[in-house]
């Protein structure tokens, strides 16, 4: 009898894990566990410098409004952004910068001159957001490509590439559907993706992570280097880390944010939450938060000294902004400076997706002087093009 006691509480145990394991793929979650075990931090005792930047799937049109009410949700960021913010300073004095990656599909101009006059008081910079589906390579093209020369020649938005002088942009897919991660081409349709929005002038993507999306790829807390098979979707699911003096393996720059478990914060009072870096009205941004995205570390290999922490939000969505335009969003900021700017462990600097990539950039050129000038918050490219 008590063998046969034995024998069923072996096999109730085994149902319950098998249960436990298939609700945790069903979240991606298994991705963070195996991502956990092979994680391997490279350690660094000195003063580290910890890199904030914040994206924004920001998408006016969000839920079908009219055109008056996108300029509305636009125009609410311009007068209520600066006085939010700007009690809080890096250790250079510079207030917290927001990058709008901004939906190609949903182009106003009322709203792109808004953002507009905002990066141009300092407070952050306008990048390419992108939803389509079922397209082809050819449309891709042509969407990116109008759309970069809208930016830059029509509203002063965008950077050149200082070497070669190309406009360039950062990017973030809709739908999380970057080199057709969907598949079927629902909110895609490219296999050769990569390659396009390499060609076109994208200096790095910013979408990932997306957990507990079934788009999240098994890469993650890393910033890493992609390279383009155009025979099949989701390129991006293999890669080689961007390394300190170490030239891109690849066709196109990834810079992944936090992605982990959060056992601070339960789900039904015994799972973990995942974090995924997304900071809404429904996931404020807590202290246990930001020392999680701090703690995990997110770096260029061989460079432990520099940490790399990218959230995001979609922000003119009213449940969002609501938050991240009042006194919400301060816990964030308070906690990030008051524990991580004290100068003795860690240096805080808030960046923008342009700088934060110029960062990589820096360790994989090994020039001590860029890295000097970025530690001391200097951002501009002079060491880039040797002047």
């Given at each position: ?87 809080f300073r890096d250790g250079g004095g510079r207030p917290p910068q927001h990058n709008f990656f901004y939906p190609q599909e949903e182009y106003l101009p009322e709203c792109l001159e808004i953002l507009g006059n905002l990066v141009r008081k300092g407070y952050g910079s306008v990048e390419v957001h992108l939803h389509h589906n079922k397209d082809t390579s050819d449309g891709l093209r042509n969407k ?244």
């Amino acid at each position: 009898m008590v063998h046969w006691f034995w024998f069923v509480g072996v096999l109730a145990s085994l149902f319950l894990s098998l249960r436990i394991w298939e609700l945790v793929r069903r979240k991606n979650a298994d991705i963070i566990v195996m991502s956990t075990m092979r994680r391997n931090r490279e350690r660094y005792d000195g003063i580290r410098h910890v890199f904030f930047c914040f994206v924004d799937h920001f998408e006016p049109l969000w839920n079908g409004v009219d055109r008056t009410t996108a300029v509305e949700r636009t125009r609410n960021w311009y007068l209520k952004y600066p006085s939010i913010v700007d009690s809080f300073r890096d250790g250079g004095g510079r207030p917290p910068q927001h990058n709008f990656f901004y939906p190609q599909e949903e182009y106003l101009p009322e709203c792109l001159e808004i953002l507009g006059n905002l990066v141009r008081k300092g407070y952050g910079s306008v990048e390419v957001h992108l939803h389509h589906n079922k397209d082809t390579s050819d449309g891709l093209r042509n969407k990116v490509e109008e759309f970069k020369r809208t930016l830059h020649h029509g509203h002063g938005l965008l950077n050149r590439h200082p070497v070669t002088g190309q406009i360039v942009y950062g990017f973030i897919h809709g739908n999380w559907a970057l080199d057709d991660s969907w598949g079927d081409g629902k909110w895609c349709g490219v296999k050769n993706e990569i390659s396009i929005l390499k060609e076109t002038g994208c200096y790095a993507d910013f979408t990932y992570p997306s957990a507990p999306h079934r788009t999240q790829p098994p890469i993650v807390n890393r910033i890493y280097y992609a390279t383009d098979d155009p025979s099949r979707a989701k390129s991006h699911h293999k890669g080689e880390d961007a390394g300190f003096r170490s030239p891109p393996k690849g066709d196109l720059l990834l810079i992944n944010g936090p992605l982990a478990f959060n056992w601070r914060q339960r789900r039904k009072r015994v799972f973990p939450a995942i974090e995924n870096g997304d900071v809404s009205g429904y996931c404020l941004p807590t202290a246990d938060r930001v020392d999680l995205w701090v703690r995990l570390g997110v770096s260029v290999r061989g460079w432990p000294r520099w940490i790399f922490v990218k959230v995001h939000t979609h922000g003119a969505q009213e449940k969002n902004s609501g938050l991240l335009l009042s006194e919400g969003v301060h816990t964030l900021h308070r906690h990030l400076l008051g524990t991580y700017n004290n100068g003795k462990t860690h240096i805080v600097h808030y960046v923008t997706a342009w700088e934060l990539y110029c960062c990589v950039k820096a360790l994989e050129s090994g020039d001590e002087d860029w890295i000097r000038r970025i530690e001391n918050f200097d951002y501009s490219v002079n060491a880039w093009t040797g002047k």
